[in-house]
């Protein structure tokens, strides 16, 4: 089965309004955790990524919460914009110690911005 | 998103057919990755080569056949596909193994018929 999957496969917010994408992942040995935006004909693009050994990352606009005890992450986005608008997939890595070396995906969450 | 090249965009191909896919990074990365996304499915990992050399094949049919010439370059050989291998074909380079930020490329869209 999946290791690491998405809660909503649709997010709909308001223009203007900040937006919380949550990912759920079972392995507790995962230690680099990605968010990928994906528009339509392109490929993923990166977002942000964290590591194991912090909680929280911040960028323009993004923020990445990780939360290693229930094994929880999400991806705000401040103030969305139309240009928002996309399917967002988090993705993650076990690395340290000799572990996979590519990246297992969830299924991704469409979201999508009213005007 | 230009750092990762991916030609064709699109195919189409017979199941008797025997095509390729080419990948090129201009980023001076180590490590190169072919995925498969579907369109009821996570991406999927299928291949990974660090500095030339084949490290994970997540157990991929062998009618799909990745070739990496130099860290720069990676093709995926296809022959005698099946229509449920239609998929989008996607591309990513990171600096080392596991651990790094992948770009992707664009991804080759294929269809099966």
């Known amino acids: 089965g999946e290791s690491v999957g998405l809660h909503l496969p649709t997010l709909s917010v308001q223009e203007g309004d900040n937006s919380i994408i949550n990912c759920a992942y079972s392995?507790?040995?995962?230690?680099?955790f990605i968010w990928y935006k994906q528009e339509s004909g392109k490929g993923p693009q990166f977002i942000i990524d964290?590591?194991?050994?912090?909680d929280k990352r911040q960028g323009q606009r993004v923020t990445v919460l990780l939360n290693k005890t229930v094994k929880h992450l999400s991806l705000q986005i401040a103030a969305t914009q139309p240009g928002d608008s996309a399917v967002y997939f988090c993705?993650?890595?076990?690395?340290?110690?000799?572990?996979?070396?590519?990246?297992?995906f969830g299924k991704g969450t469409h979201l999508i911005i009213q005007p | 998103e230009t750092g990762v090249t991916q030609t064709p965009r699109h195919l189409v191909m017979g199941m008797t057919n025997k095509k390729s896919l080419k990948c090129e990074q201009h980023?001076?990365?180590?490590?190169m990755y072919w995925y498969k996304q579907s369109a009821k499915k996570p991406l999927e990992l299928m291949f990974v080569?660090?500095?030339?050399?084949?490290?994970e094949n997540n157990s991929v049919p062998s009618r799909f056949s990745p070739e990496c010439p130099n860290s720069s370059h990676l093709f995926l050989h296809l022959h005698t596909l099946q229509p449920e291998d239609s998929a989008l074909y996607l591309c990513?380079?990171?600096?080392?193994?596991?651990?790094?930020?992948?770009?992707f490329g664009p991804g080759t869209r294929l269809t099966v018929t």
């Open positions: 990513a380079s990171s600096q080392d193994r596991g651990g790094y930020e992948q770009y």
């Open positions: 392995n507790s040995a995962s230690d680099y």
């Open positions: 964290i590591r194991s050994n912090m």
């Open positions: 993705a993650e890595n076990f690395w340290s110690g000799g572990g996979a070396d590519g990246l297992t």
């Open positions: 980023l001076g990365h180590n490590a």
């Open positions: 080569y660090n500095f030339k050399e084949q490290t």
